[in-house]
């Protein structure tokens, strides 16, 4: 969320595209009748089994197909609706969506992935989340082993969350720590609440082949996923090379543009048929044991 210049209005969007919208409530109206105007849409993005390519799940990752813009990144709207308090709302729509899409997939027969849901810090509060998350997941006819939540390390070091975190682990939902390694180094939660896997943050893997220091860290992350028995996935692999290095490592999942491109639903779709994949039996369970 970048503030203008006078310090008044805020800029929804970045400089270059020039977009001003003078206040924070203009903002948030704007957000409200994008969401009632259904103009959010989800693209996933396949996790794949670098060895075989097989794909063990997808993350969906949201877009505005604004009007006027076209599809803009979450880079360009995420922040102010967290600011405009519309993240919760956000979030729930994110859910049913991908249970909506999930079960429309299933109900052509075609084999579903665990899909995963980035969830921000601020969903978890004041709410029934568990008979919410459990009618969902009913009215579309899917088990919570078709979810998977990822926080980042912020939301898991939050201790008031570890109750809840772990009703939702005991319910079957996996709650998976994203971009790991950017923002503390202390590992404490680790110990408090079952984790699904560990993303190893794509800061970390540009630098294979530049950087020692970041192929250390990447060292060291595989070593303690795999002392703690967590599956590791990697996410931003865009080389060969970082593939070779990743699998020498012990870390047999990747996301990358190497592999795919967050793809809209339609072009998912065809690649289910074929899936080496049935829910609730993610090949991800043999991750960083190598
Ligand atoms: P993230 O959860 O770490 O998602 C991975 C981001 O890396 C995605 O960017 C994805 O398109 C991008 N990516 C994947 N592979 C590669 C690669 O090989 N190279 C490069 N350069 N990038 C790659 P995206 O879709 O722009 O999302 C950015 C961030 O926005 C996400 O980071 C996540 O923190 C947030 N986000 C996305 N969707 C949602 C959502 O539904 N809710 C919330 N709260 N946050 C979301
Ligand atoms: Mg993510
Ligand atoms: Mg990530
Ligand atoms: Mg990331």
Not at 71 to 82: C, K, M, R, T
Not at 146 to 167: D, K, M, N
Not at 222 to 236: K, M, P, R
Request: net charge negative.
């Amino acid at each position: 969320q970048a503030k203008s210049t006078d310090g008044q209005g805020y800029f929804l969007f970045d400089n270059q595209l020039g977009e001003k919208l003078q206040q924070k409530t203009l903002i948030a109206r704007y957000l409200h009748s994008a969401l009632e105007n259904q103009e959010f849409v989800l693209h996933y993005q396949p996790q794949v089994h670098a060895a075989t390519g097989a794909i063990a799940g997808l993350e969906a990752l949201i877009r505005w197909n604004h009007p006027g813009k076209g599809l803009l990144l979450p880079g360009h709207f995420i922040a102010a609706v967290e600011e405009a308090g519309l993240m919760t709302q956000l979030t729930d729509w994110v859910i049913r969506e991908v249970c909506r899409q999930l079960s429309a997939w299933k109900r052509e027969g075609l084999e579903i992935p665990r899909t995963s849901v980035n969830i921000s810090n601020s969903w978890f509060y004041n709410r029934n989340l568990l008979p919410m998350l459990r009618s969902i997941l009913d009215e579309y006819g899917l088990t919570p082993d078709c979810l998977e939540f990822e926080i980042t390390e912020s939301t898991a070091l939050l201790e008031e969350h570890y109750p809840l975190l772990q009703q939702m682990r005991d319910a079957g939902i996996l709650v998976s720590i994203d971009d790991f390694g950017t923002k503390y180094s202390s590992l404490n939660y680790l110990k408090h609440f079952p984790v699904g896997k560990i993303k190893i943050d794509r800061a970390f893997i540009v630098g294979i082949g530049q950087s020692s220091i970041d192929e250390a860290i990447i060292q060291s992350i595989t070593f303690v996923a795999s002392q703690l028995g967590y599956d590791l996935i990697a996410e931003g692999v865009e080389s060969e090379h970082q593939v070779d290095f990743l699998v020498a490592h012990g870390c047999k999942y990747m996301q990358g543009f190497l592999f795919y491109r967050p793809l809209p639903a339609e072009e998912i779709r065809p690649m289910l048929s074929s899936l080496a994949y049935k829910a609730g039996k993610a090949p991800l369970q043999q991750c960083g044991s190598a």
